[in-house]
């Protein structure tokens, strides 16, 4: 903690967690003039600071940069922002929203106010907070997803997660890379991997394909415009696979490029299935590459019809562009092995898993995910956001965390008027 930093015994609301998530949330909360304390990790946006690789940008162009009273006012609205813009947009956020921050602050447990005569205990290193209602706003706890498979791999293969990785430069080995996963992280740096002259194998699994732009608009427009962004968790007939969808294969570059594996390809990335087992010093793939890609390319095509169907309803057909859809994938998809003494580096970009070690055991699923509907929790008084598809489809955008903060900022006030009026 810095020296105006003080960690108080009692406030109304604890938020865990300062990143754009927390930030929103604090800032509905002091619109409804409810006292609150954030604590941090590390520093404000810290897995922006410490977790990504240097040449990531957003995927979201700049004009979807915007928080509660906050949105990005630069000359690039079409750009997209570099992670050190990202720390100092929301570090800017944080110093004019004067969010209670408290940073370098390790939350070791949440004990529910059920067990603890109607206040929460947020237990960390500096000491006990109690709190009417308790916020969760730390992600996926940034917890790479690696498969028991990695254990196989022949032990002179480099093996790191996106988070790790910084640069081709710095992967400090020779040899083949073999990035497992095609979905956001994968395809990118499957993309700089091969931009650098490095031989990189793409292991692909189940992935969405979209372009960077359609008919001259970026495919966030699209997706914004038509509503689909705003799709909430209780419109969807199967929440619990939507919120499992893999990430866009997208990129965010100043050359406005798509990724996807027939791009990839055509950059000299032998894109094979999925990573199915290792025999001695062999990789084995899944020979179901063909239909991976086939139902990515009906998916992209339905996507793309939904789209021009809303452009002619809404007549917007003479100011976009003609349909330019991508042409399906015709990748080589037989290939099924691969001699792992080539391989210098394993990225395994096979997303996060949930790790909640200071929550209670009840509140989590038989995976270790928090259990909710719509950011509230099992327990009153207890609310979780910037979780994939928490409120809406966008809940993980800087975009979209901010709607879901207001709806669960009024769900949290209203729990602390019946707790107020249960103790009046």
């Given at each position: 903690m810095g ?8 406030t ?17 909360l ?62 800017d ?16 447990a ?6 603890r ?18 916020v ?76 960077r ?32 969808a ?47 890609v ?131």
């Amino acid at each position: 903690m810095g020296p105006d930093q003080y960690l108080p015994n009692r406030t109304t609301v604890a938020i865990i967690g300062a990143g754009q998530a927390g930030l929103a949330m604090s800032r509905h909360l002091s619109q409804r003039s409810i006292d609150h304390v954030l604590i941090e990790r590390g520093d404000v946006a810290n897995s922006w600071r410490t977790e990504r690789w240097d040449s990531l940008r957003l995927l979201t162009p700049n004009w979807m940069t915007r928080l509660p009273d906050h949105r990005y006012e630069g000359d690039d609205p079409d750009g997209y922002m570099t992670a050190a813009e990202v720390v100092d947009f929301l570090s800017d956020y944080r110093s004019r929203i004067e969010a209670p921050v408290v940073d370098r602050t390790a939350v070791i447990a949440v004990e529910p106010a059920s067990e603890r005569g109607g206040w929460h205990h947020v237990v960390t290193d500096a000491g006990t907070v109690e709190a009417r209602a308790v916020v969760v706003a730390t992600g996926a706890c940034s917890t790479p997803k690696v498969p028991a498979i990695a254990g196989e791999l022949p032990s002179g293969i480099r093996q790191l997660a996106p988070i790790h990785y910084r640069n081709p430069d710095a992967l400090g080995v020779d040899g083949r890379i073999l990035v497992v996963g095609a979905s956001a992280s994968g395809a990118q740096l499957a993309d700089e991997l091969a931009r650098a002259g490095r031989d990189v194998t793409l292991a692909t699994g189940d992935h969405v394909r979209l372009p960077r732009d359609y008919r001259g608009m970026d495919i966030h427009w699209w997706m914004t415009t038509t509503g689909l962004l705003d799709e909430r968790w209780d419109e969807v007939p199967d929440i619990a696979k939507a919120r499992r969808a893999p990430s866009l294969q997208l990129v965010g570059s100043p050359e406005r490029r798509s990724v996807d594996l027939e791009t990839l390809h055509g950059n000299g990335v032998q894109v094979v299935g999925r990573l199915a087992g290792v025999s001695g010093s062999t990789g084995l793939f899944s020979g179901s590459l063909a239909n991976q890609v086939a139902t990515a390319d009906l998916r992209l095509g339905r996507l793309l019809d939904s789209f021009d169907a809303y452009a002619t309803l809404a007549g917007l057909d003479a100011e976009l562009a003609a349909p330019d859809r991508p042409a399906p994938t015709s990748i080589p998809t037989d290939t099924t092995t691969l001699d792992l003494g080539s391989v210098g580096a394993v990225i395994w970009a096979t997303g996060f898993r949930p790790n909640y070690p200071w929550l209670p055991d009840g509140l989590l699923d038989r995976k270790g995910a928090i259990r909710h509907d719509g950011g509230v929790m099992t327990e009153p008084g207890l609310y979780v956001l910037g979780l994939p598809f928490t409120r809406r489809r966008k809940s993980t955008f800087l975009d979209g965390v901010a709607a879901d903060a207001a709806d669960l900022s009024a769900h949290l006030a209203d729990h602390l008027d019946t707790v107020a009026a249960m103790a009046a």
